[in-house]
T-cell receptor, first 115, second 114 residues
Framework: EPEVTQTPSHQVTQMGQEVILRCVPISNHLYFYWYRQILGQKVEFLVSFYNNEISEKSEIFDDQFSVERPDGSNFTLKIRSTKLEDSAMYFC?????????????FGDGTRLSIL | GDSVTQMEGPVTLSEEAFLTINCTYTATGYPSLFWYVQYPGEGLQLLLKATKADDKGSNKGFEATYRKETTSFHLEKGSVQVSDSAVYFCALSDKIQGAQKLVFGQGTRLTINP
């Protein structure tokens, strides 16, 4: 069964550095998402992406964050000037379309640790 | 805004016990409802879904019924196994709002003892 792939599984970065989290969505999916889960807290929506542009973003997704689909397979989340509070598990997801009967498929996540 | 509330965990049961994990929601529109499961070291996997009132989602012996009158989507299983130990997340997706973002509950950690 096709799956969403995320790399790396664990990223350790010094505070103030930039980090790029990578995702390969399922190949025939059109909608892409990033979520994060701070330890002990809820999974939170960050951003959705369709047709090479952001379709919706949350309040969390400020100018520090950006997303890109640099080629036909990868979907990346860039965090600039990382802060301690960016430490979290980041999940990528994809879905075939935006209909509510098309569930999102999640990757295994990247654990980001900011030192 | 939309929100999902799950019963507090952790929940510990013996094998073959009956499981209920409560989930209630608030939404401005007509949401679809989901249960996701996260096994240790893995990502979120869709367990079951229901897209309209009175729908029952089911998978792997788990069931949940979309109750609009009580705004609930409780997860049940008649006889749990050790392999069901995981974190369970209730979530909604509101059809009226723009992109289909998921709103999650806080998760309930379930441990099944042999």
């Amino acid at each position: 069964e096709p799956e969403v792939t995320q790399t790396p599984s664990h990223q350790v970065t010094q505070m103030g550095q930039e980090v790029i989290l990578r995702c390969v969505p399922i190949s025939n999916h059109l909608y892409f998402y990033w979520y994060r889960q701070i330890l002990g807290q809820k999974v939170e929506f960050l951003v959705s992406f369709y047709n090479n542009e952001i379709s919706e973003k949350s309040e969390i997704f400020d100018d520090q964050f950006s997303v890109e689909r640099p080629d036909g397979s990868n979907f990346t989340l860039k965090i600039r000037s990382t802060k301690l509070e960016d430490s979290a598990m980041y999940f990528c997801a994809s879905s075939p379309d935006r209909g509510s009967n098309q569930p999102q498929h999640f990757g295994d996540g990247t654990r980001l640790s900011i030192l | 805004g939309d929100s999902v509330t799950q019963m507090e965990g952790p929940v510990t049961l013996s094998e073959e016990a009956f499981l209920t994990i409560n989930c209630t929601y608030t939404a401005t529109g007509y949401p679809s409802l989901f249960w996701y499961v996260q096994y240790p070291g893995e990502g979120l996997q869709l367990l079951l879904k229901a897209t309209k009132a009175d729908d029952k989602g089911s998978n792997k012996g788990f069931e949940a019924t979309y109750r609009k009158e009580t705004t609930s989507f409780h997860l049940e299983k008649g006889s749990v196994q050790v392999s069901d130990s995981a974190v369970y997340f209730c979530a909604l997706s509101d059809k009226i709002q723009g992109a289909q973002k998921l709103v999650f509950g806080q998760g309930t950690r379930l441990t099944i003892n042999p």
